[in-house]
């Protein structure tokens, strides 16, 4: 696997930290536009956060208004939550982010592992 990457420490900054006097980190690099992601999801419906988890997406754009904020493509997406998406797209915020990658296939293997528990 190659280059796969959590974004869990992203919010952790540097101030934040040495104010509680802990050494200032490296902050990871954010996901770009074109990386695929999997991602959770805090919605309502169950079938909806089953989808986001066991699905790669592919980040599309970063929200103009809240930079917290980008809009994931999904394929595939089931006609009973079509309405949850808007041309297969949906927004999430940018801490639901689980793992991200350039490659599609290392994430493939992330959700491979996850559904046979190894």
């Known amino acids: 696997m190659k280059y796969i990457k959590t974004d869990r420490d992203y919010f952790l900054t540097p101030s934040r930290l040495e104010g509680f006097g ?9 996901p770009k536009v074109g990386d695929y992601v999997i991602a ?3 919605a309502a419906k169950k079938e909806l956060i089953n989808f986001i988890a066991n699905n790669i ?5 970063f929200d103009k208004f809240d930079n917290c904020c980008v809009f994931i493509e999904y394929s595939n997406v089931p006609l009973e939550l079509f309405s949850a998406f808007t041309n297969n797209i949906r927004r999430l915020p940018i801490n639901q982010i689980l793992h991200y990658s350039l490659n599609r296939e290392d994430l493939e293997i ?7 528990n190894i």
Do not use: H
């Open 40 to 42: 959770c999801s805090s």
């Open 22 to 30: 802990m050494p200032s980190p490296v902050i990871p690099d954010r």
């Open 110 to 116: 992330i959700l491979a592992v996850n559904k046979y």
């Open 57 to 61: 997406g592919r980040i599309v754009e």
